[in-house]
């Protein structure tokens, strides 16, 4: 059966180090992978978007890496801050067939930074 | 612009009352989906809407439908809750197919007893 795991138990580093979140996956052949961040009592918040050929990919202190042979996708935070405290979701997109872009979550894994 | 709003954002039902979460999105978006989300268990997709008048189901539809009469709202209902669907519903809205980013809403509680 198709499976996304995301580490369940808490992260806690502390600030200025950098976070590093898995995503693992098995029998899915993504075309995409998302990652999203969700704040207690909120909806989840768009972060980054790899596709299958990409490798890796950046936005500020944020990168994001995506190994189709390990079906992987590593989530990086650089000079992590309290603020950056929050659960983070990976997706899976898987196609694009033109019809709604279904995706397929993880459980995501909470991050805590401590000062 | 407000994104992605929902109604209510909590709601007590007894087993067997209906009722119905609105959602709407000023962004003018093709998409819309509706999530329930459980501990554990991670956002599963419930139904989802491709353009106004269009619905389809996803992962775990059963004992919920929806109704996609206006671009911008999406709706869903609850015929005879139980309290499996004691859960937190989410709405979301996307432009593109297959690769665009979904936008969500704050959220419905909703606890069933």
């Known amino acids: 059966s198709q499976k996304i795991e995301q580490n369940s138990e808490a992260l806690n580093i502390q600030e200025g180090k950098t976070a590093t979140l898995t995503c693992n996956y098995t029998?899915?052949?993504?075309?995409?992978l998302q990652w999203y961040r969700q704040d207690p009592g909120r909806g989840p918040v768009f972060l980054l978007l790899?596709?299958?050929?990409?490798k890796e990919k950046r936005k500020e202190r944020l990168k994001v890496t995506f190994d189709t042979t390990l079906k992987q996708s590593l989530f990086h935070i650089t000079a992590s801050q309290p603020a950056d405290s929050a659960t983070y979701l990976c997706?899976?997109?898987?196609?694009?067939?033109?019809?709604?872009?279904?995706?397929?979550f993880g459980t995501g894994t909470r991050l805590q930074v401590t000062l | 612009n407000a994104g992605v709003t929902q109604t209510p954002k909590f709601r007590v039902l007894k087993t067997g009352q209906s009722m119905t979460l609105l959602c709407a999105q000023d962004?003018?978006?093709?998409?819309m989906y509706w999530y329930r989300q459980d501990p554990g268990m991670g956002l599963r997709l419930i139904h989802y809407?491709?353009?106004?008048?269009?619905?389809a189901k996803g992962e775990v539809p059963d004992g919920y439908n929806v109704s996609r009469l206006k671009k911008q709202n999406f709706l869903l209902g609850l015929e005879s809750a139980a309290p499996s669907q004691t859960s937190v519903y989410f709405c979301?809205?996307?432009?593109?197919?297959?690769?665009?980013?979904?936008?969500f809403g704050p959220g419905t509680r909703l606890t069933v007893t």
């Open positions: 029998n899915y052949s993504p075309a995409y």
């Open positions: 962004m003018n978006h093709e998409y």
């Open positions: 979301a809205s996307s432009s593109l197919a297959g690769s665009d980013e979904q936008y």
């Open positions: 997706a899976l997109v898987l196609g694009n067939t033109g019809t709604a872009s279904k995706l397929t």
């Open positions: 809407s491709v353009g106004e008048g269009t619905t």
């Open positions: 790899i596709r299958e050929n990409e």
